[in-house]
Nanobody, 127 residues
Framework: QVQLVESGGGLVQAGGSLRLSCAAS????????MGWFRQAPGKEREFVAAVSRSGGDTYYADSVKGRFTISRDNAKNTVHLQMNKLKPEDTAVYYC????????????????????WGQGTQVTVSS
C-alpha cells in the first residue's frame, strides 16, 4: 500500500506561482506512473498533468500547457507540480495519484487507471 501526501497549496494572486509537492511512502515509487488532477466546486475531477515512472515522458491538459510543469524525484519519492501564471480558473483542490501497473512505462491520463490518491491540497487564485 502506498500513501500519498500533497503539500504546497495556498492562496495566490492571478499571475503568481505555486509549487505543489506529493510525497509517497514505500519503496516502489519509482515503478509508478504519477499524475495530478484537480476538482473545482461543483465540477468533476479533471486531469492536469502526468509523468512516466522514469520521468522521461510528460503530458498536460491543454488548459495548463505552457504554464504548469510536472516533475519527479525517484530518489526522494516525490512528484512536483510547478504552477506559473496562475488564473482564477485554476482554483481547485489538487490531488496527486499513482498508477501501480508494472507493465506500463508511459504516462497515465485517465482517472480510473490510478490506484492511489492523496487527500488533496487547496489552491485558490484570486483575481
Amino acid at each position: 500500500q502506498v500513501q500519498l501526501v500533497e503539500s504546497g497549496g495556498g492562496l495566490v494572486q492571478a499571475g503568481g506561482s505555486l509549487r505543489l509537492s506529493c510525497a509517497a511512502s514505500g519503496r516502489t515509487f519509482s515503478t509508478y506512473a504519477m499524475g495530478w488532477f484537480r476538482q473545482a466546486p461543483g465540477k468533476e475531477r479533471e486531469f492536469v498533468a502526468a509523468v512516466s515512472r522514469s520521468g522521461g515522458d510528460t503530458y498536460y491538459a491543454d488548459s495548463v500547457k505552457g504554464r504548469f510543469t510536472i516533475s519527479r524525484d525517484n530518489a526522494k519519492n516525490t512528484v512536483h507540480l510547478q504552477m506559473n501564471k496562475l488564473k482564477p480558473e485554476d482554483t481547485a483542490v489538487y490531488y496527486c495519484a499513482g498508477d501501480k501497473r508494472s507493465s506500463w512505462a508511459g504516462v497515465t491520463l485517465t482517472l480510473g487507471a490510478y490506484d492511489y490518491w492523496g487527500q488533496g491540497t487547496q489552491v485558490t487564485v484570486s483575481s
